[in-house]
């Protein structure tokens, strides 16, 4: 079993800048693709960010694209989410998923297989 913890989301203002970390706990972490993912009311949950169990690999949503900067610490089985020149339009409740199917597309939630319980990113205009 493996368990995610999200923090750091908070209110911002358009502009600002945000890290999330996800702490995992449970199986080797650096075995895990991770991915985030966000998801504004009323919508999907969409895909943000993917790195690689190297880390060398990584990839973005274009509307994050240049914007946001997914990195990991396998000492400290944390993955991050730099999240620079915030917009309204990301608002959301942010994700961090471990991947469990590569079969699967990168970029689609059915192939994470752990979640966590998301945080709370707003950014004001």
């Known amino acids: 079993q493996v368990q995610l913890a999200e923090s750091g989301g908070g209110l911002v203002q358009a502009g600002d800048s945000l890290r999330l970390s996800c702490a995992v706990s449970?199986?080797?972490?650096?075995?895990?693709?991770m991915g985030w993912f966000r998801q504004a009311p009323g919508k999907e949950r969409d895909f943000v960010a993917f790195i690689s169990t190297s880390g060398r690999s990584a990839e973005y949503a274009d509307s994050v694209k240049g914007r946001f900067t997914i990195s990991r610490d396998d000492a400290k089985n944390t993955v991050y989410l730099q999240m620079n020149s915030l917009k309204p339009e990301d608002t959301a409740v942010y994700y961090c998923?471990?991947?469990?199917?590569?079969?699967?597309?990168?970029?689609?939630?059915?192939?994470?297989?752990?979640w966590g319980q998301g945080t709370q990113v707003t950014v004001s205009s």
């Open positions: 998923a471990a991947r469990t199917n590569s079969r699967v597309q990168l970029t689609s939630r059915h192939g994470y297989g752990y």
């Open positions: 449970g199986r080797t972490f650096s075995l895990y693709d």
